[in-house]
């Protein structure tokens, strides 16, 4: 059977997200991660992305040896110390377009929703949606329905459990790990699970206890509301989020009396534009709610100097509120110069884009085609190209 899971866009909570007392609005987006399990009797655990050059990952499974993907590489690790010994087969992983960056890219003939990309998958820019978490969540999820566990009733948290783990073991840091659990249970609000929850070393003793356990992360499922819909711009400016948190979190130790009020501030005014998301505020309440938010992100900008909203940003996002039905935006997550993220009133949508897009001072930002859908991890019907036959378990 198939899986799908979904990227992600953090609209609020980035930074204060780090610590279990914030909360933060994660929206999990219609561009979804793949995987297709076809077991075999080989001795043998190959994944094939066959969208990207280069993209054949075998894993020997009597000598597991670390292959140039280190986040499938993280997960073979852990689901074998989980399962002990992992079944054979092939594991192929498809992308949606909005993940990479759609240069140099055509559309894979009778599948349109994935393209061919002339590159491997380290060297195709990614756009910021979270492909390391939905791919770590799908490849999870094939491995336990191969182990025959896909219809376990704890199906879903061990998939979780297994799949943070992953990617923390494959970033080597523990993140707040809001992208795989928007992978795995759609849009949440989200706050962290107990950092040292994550084993410091993979073994059988110090995962499996973990992976059965309920965790202590909270979330609550949540969707925007229909009025509003959601508008991505890949900037492409790039950003390097683990060097803006450890700068982040430097500030904030060392200038406690600076970064507080900010923090408590921030936190406000993310709680109030919560609170008006699901009581479907007027747009203009929405709005105010933005910018709130944005004038916090930009203070910070200016104490740590780290470019969370950038001016070039500030540009883009203040042109953007100046479109009829925009109602407002934010740089997602870390911030940085690879995204905007836009609410737009629902029936201006249509008449928005066009407008954004030939518009110049947009010139650079590539809009792209994706809405919210708050599912996360799925089983899908769908058939995959080149891929003959389904496991079932
Ligand atoms: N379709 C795919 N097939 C195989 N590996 C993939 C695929 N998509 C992503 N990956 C793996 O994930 C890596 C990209 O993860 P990375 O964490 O750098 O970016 P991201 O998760 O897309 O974005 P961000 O962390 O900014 O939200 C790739 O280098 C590759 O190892
Ligand atoms: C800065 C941070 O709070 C959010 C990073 O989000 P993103 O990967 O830039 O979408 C880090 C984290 O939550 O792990």
């Known amino acids: 059977m198939p899986y799908s899971a979904p990227g992600k866009a953090l609209i609020a909570g980035g930074y204060l997200v780090l610590f279990p007392e914030y909360r933060a609005y994660c929206v999990a987006l219609s561009s979804r991660m793949h995987s297709v399990a076809v077991k075999s009797d080989e001795r043998v655990l190959t994944f094939h992305s066959p969208q990207f050059s280069t993209s054949t990952w075998s894993y020997d499974l009597d000598d597991v040896q670390p292959q140039k993907n280190p986040f499938l590489n993280a997960v ?50 990614k756009t910021g949606l979270g492909s390391s978490a939905a791919l770590c969540v799908v490849a999870t999820a094939s491995i336990v329905e191969m182990m025959g566990r896909a219809n ?77 819909s959601v508008l991505m711009g890949d900037v492409r400016g790039g950003s390097e989020t683990p060097a803006m948190v450890q700068k982040v979190l430097a500030w904030r130790d060392a200038k406690p009396e600076e970064a507080e009020p900010i923090w408590a501030s921030l936190d406000g005014a993310n709680n109030a534009l919560v609170a008006a998301l699901i009581r479907e505020s007027e747009p203009h309440a929405i709005r105010i709610c933005f910018d709130h938010i944005r004038a916090q992100l930009q203070a910070m900008t200016k104490l740590t100097g780290v470019p969370i909203e950038p001016e070039s940003q500030t540009k883009l996002l203040d042109a953007a509120k100046s479109i009829d039905g925009v109602i407002n935006g934010v740089v997602p997550g870390a911030g940085g110069s690879d995204a905007i993220f836009l609410l737009v009133e629902s029936d201006k949508f249509d008449t928005a884009k066009q407008a954004l897009s030939i518009d110049p001072r947009f010139a650079k930002v590539k809009w792209l085609s994706l809405h919210q859908e708050a599912v996360g991890l799925r089983r899908e019907e769908a058939s995959y190209p080149g891929v003959r036959a389904h496991s079932h378990s």
């Open 76 to 125: 073979v690790q852990v689901c074998g110390a989980y399962f002990g010994e992992l079944c054979g087969g092939s594991i192929y992983i498809f992308s949606d377009a909005g993940f990479h960056s759609q240069h140099e890219s055509t559309p894979m003939p009778d599948y349109p929703r994935f393209r061919t990309h002339r590159k491997s998958i380290g060297s195709v820019p």
């Open 152 to 228: 376990d009733p704890h199906f879903t948290r061990i998939v979780h459990n297994i799949a943070q783990i992953a990617h923390c073991v494959a970033q080597g840091k523990v993140g707040s790990g809001f992208d795989v659990a928007v992978a795995v249970y759609g849009s949440v609000q989200y706050s962290r699970f107990t950092p040292t929850m994550i084993p410091k070393t993979i073994t059988p003793e110090s995962v499996r206890p973990v992976v059965d356990m309920k965790w202590d992360e909270w979330l609550e499922r949540c969707a925007l509301p229909p009025s509003v």
